[in-house]
């Protein structure tokens, strides 16, 4: 088979990416800060750093610390405001061309359908809840871990949003699957898995923890069988498009998630140690194309054959 005629492309909840291959909020900031190495229409979407109605300055450093086989981080949403973004960044990734995934979080379920007000007078062709921030008005509880939390804050930002939502669920729960049936039935268009895992570190000579917030969101290759995992069982229990994420590393990843039921795949902390992986990801998923005489991408998707126990 030749290269010409594979076909990358995924209709992703009502919008069609050029490939299956975005990358992961918080990662790769706007894409400027990769601009040396590809330019961010090259991939099918961008996953932009979240934000909030209102800048945010973050939590105190330390705020990243090395794991074996990946990373804990507790940035605390450092960012300049949507409306910052809005003015400054979106501009510039209109005229490249690319496609925006704008990753949303607030206090407040007020904040997030502020937020989707904003953003649906944009270019920006869809926006990703970040559900695993405390909800002030409820204890400081993270609206991602209680499934009618879910269903009436999704329910909520699509009526006021015209964008396609994604809600990006957290790991850190007793029930997957319950929580993506509660935004499958809040309205959701797609679904994002897994969001960091919850981890800590410990400087044994000081005796306190790595991080100033003490635990942060684990990431990086170890939670790959963890998120490979919880993308199958989503898969089998609702419906919704899903944005794969979590440890992909390479191509060989991607196709695994794809395969347990991703439609497309984020990447993230990979690119620390190698800007050029999600490139190398789309390479990487054309030959095992041609290698395997598949022309459509999406043929890899949910192809996965369960051992009958």
Not at 141 to 147: E, I, N, P, Q, R
Not at 260 to 273: P, Q, S
Not at 280 to 287: F, L
Request: proline content about 6%.
């Amino acid at each position: 088979m030749e290269q010409k005629n594979l076909d990358l492309s995924v209709n992703f909840a009502g919008v069609t990416l050029k490939n299956p291959v975005t990358t992961v909020s918080g990662t790769c900031g706007t894409g400027k800060e990769y601009a040396n190495f590809y330019s961010p229409e090259q991939l099918g979407a961008i996953s932009v750093k979240g934000m909030t109605l209102e800048p945010r300055d973050g939590n105190m450093p330390c705020r990243i610390a090395e794991t074996p086989a990946g990373m804990l981080n507790s940035i605390g949403l450092q960012n300049p405001g949507v409306h910052a973004f809005i003015k400054n960044e979106l501009p510039r990734l209109e005229k490249c061309g690319a496609v925006v995934i704008a990753n949303v979080a607030g206090n407040t379920e007020e904040d997030y359908c502020k937020i989707a007000e904003v953003i649906s007078e944009t270019s920006v062709a869809f926006l990703e809840m970040n559900i695993s921030c405390p909800n002030v008005n409820h204890g400081g509880a993270a609206f991602g871990t209680d499934a009618a939390t879910i269903e009436r804050l999704t329910k909520n930002v699509k009526a006021h949003c015209s964008k396609p939502v994604i809600v990006k669920l957290s790991p850190n729960v007793t029930s997957i699957t319950d929580m993506a049936k509660a935004a499958e039935s809040g309205g959701a268009d797609a679904i994002s898995l897994i969001n960091t895992l919850l981890g800590m570190r410990i400087d044994i000579k000081t005796k306190r923890p790595v991080l100033h917030r003490n635990v942060g969101g684990f990431s990086g290759p170890a939670v790959f069988p963890v998120a490979l995992r919880m993308v199958w069982q989503v898969r089998n229990a609702v419906s919704l498009p899903i944005l794969g994420i979590g440890g992909i590393s390479n191509a060989d990843d991607a196709i695994e998630m794809m395969m347990a039921g991703a439609d497309i795949i984020g990447v993230g902390t990979a690119m620390f140690a190698n800007p050029m992986a999600p490139i190398e990801i789309i390479d990487g998923i054309k030959q095992y194309m041609i290698k395997n005489g598949i022309e459509r991408v999406t043929d890899i998707t949910n192809s996965v054959i369960p051992w009958e126990n």
